[in-house]
């Protein structure tokens, strides 16, 4: 089909407003394989030496990690001993808001130290089924299919599921009981335009809420962002693109515990394109306002392979991109760590993680360079381990 460019840039200006999550949409996702699934992984019992740990505050004098099956252990009786010659060890990164993909999506987020994918939005339940507790790769969770509005871009996907569709309050319930059974970690909802009712979302959020699934809003404009606020959702993904927060609504954010996953990637992209009151300028400004108000800032990317999406964050390496904005819009760094780290562990309730401590998962990243003086050291990846297996990239 041809597209011209009004309708190159009205789709565009649809996407964003009303479909950044789009992207959650792999309709050309295949399963991992079979051998993918059977893929052996080696635990052995493993003391990093000489190792300079970011310990959620300040990176430590040399001391010794302890890997030991699959966890950070105490004693390094009877372990193979690897000499880090004081590089940086990281706790396994996370990356709050990206979409699925399939197995490669995971090998790409390993390699760069991403330990833990938090997905908002794919489907069908299969592809996400297929692509959990895979040995060695990424860890997931995932929104599985979002709550949308009749009309929204999401409702017109041929595959989308017909209860994910929400005309009223009244089918909030089912929704989140559909959600559930399918093996939903929390619920997704689409506010802006065309998107769902201030009653429905506040519907959607209590029936999560009362099922004890915490509840993630997409909202791209300010007044969306109110809305999503007045719902009492948990975290809200992305920031405003049409302007920056006010003070007031950042502090909303802080006094009622929401958390934010500003997307910058993602909002950096679209900025990029032109388009008339999407102004990079104004997310970046809503970061700095919400940093001013205290309110918790997780880092994410919205990476997704999409067609048709003209924004693309690429897998693992657009988390070290993100970090690096964040900083541009003025967090420190180690508040730019923490956002990759602890704070998403803390907001998820990823109580095995986000911190190299003895007894969580042994989801490691050793770096050279040390990130508190520059954040773009994340990038210098030498090892990872996820859950306790030493990640090693596939060869063709």
């Not at 052995?44 to 000489?50: F, S, V």
Request: aromatic share 4%; net charge neutral.
């Amino acid at each position: 089909m041809c597209i011209n460019h009004t309708n190159r840039r009205d789709f565009i200006k649809t996407a964003t407003a009303a479909g950044i999550a789009v992207a959650g949409v792999p309709a050309l996702a295949a399963p991992a394989s079979a051998h993918a699934r059977e893929r052996t992984v080696r635990l052995e019992k493993i003391a990093l030496t000489n190792v300079r740990v970011f310990d959620g505050d300040r990176v430590t004098s040399p001391l010794t990690v302890v890997i030991d099956n699959g966890r950070i252990g105490i004693s390094p009786l009877g372990a193979r001993r690897i000499d880090c010659g004081g590089a940086v060890l990281l706790p396994g990164l996370t990356d709050a808001h990206l979409h699925l993909r399939d197995v490669d999506t995971l090998h790409a987020l390993a390699g760069s130290g991403v330990t833990t994918a938090l997905d908002m939005a794919s489907f069908p339940p299969s592809l996400v089924d297929s692509l959990r507790g895979l040995p060695g790769l990424t860890d997931i969770r995932s929104a599985g299919a979002p709550a949308v509005a009749p009309g929204s871009p999401q409702s017109r996907i041929p595959t989308f599921p017909a209860d994910a569709v929400l005309t009223g309050p009244e089918q909030a319930g089912p929704f989140v009981r559909s959600r559930i059974a399918e093996g939903s970690d929390y619920i997704k909802v689409i506010i802006d335009e065309p998107g769902l009712s201030p009653e429905t979302l506040k519907a959607v959020t209590t029936a999560a809420h009362s099922a004890g699934r915490l509840v993630m809003a997409h909202a791209t404009t300010t007044a969306m962002v109110v809305r999503a606020l007045d719902a009492k959702v948990d975290m809200i993904h992305h920031v405003p693109m049409d302007s920056a927060l006010p003070a007031s609504v950042a502090a909303r954010y802080a006094s009622s515990g929401t958390a934010a996953v500003p997307t910058l990637t993602m909002m950096e992209g679209f900025g990029k394109l032109g388009i008339p009151g999407m102004d990079y300028a104004a997310a970046e400004g809503s970061v700095a306002a919400l940093r001013r108000a205290g309110a918790r800032i997780l880092a994410g990317t919205d990476a997704n392979l999409t067609p048709g999406i003209p924004v693309q964050p690429p897998y693992g390496t657009g988390l070290h991109h993100e970090l690096e904005l964040l900083v541009r819009a003025g967090l420190t760094h180690r508040e730019a760590l923490r956002a990759a780290t602890s704070l998403p562990a803390q907001a998820f309730g990823l109580r095995d993680r986000g911190a190299v401590r003895v007894g969580t998962r042994a989801d490691l990243v050793l770096i050279d360079g040390d990130p508190l003086a520059d954040i773009t050291a994340t990038r210098a990846v030498r090892r990872v381990w996820v859950g306790g297996a030493e990640y090693v990239p596939t060869t063709a």
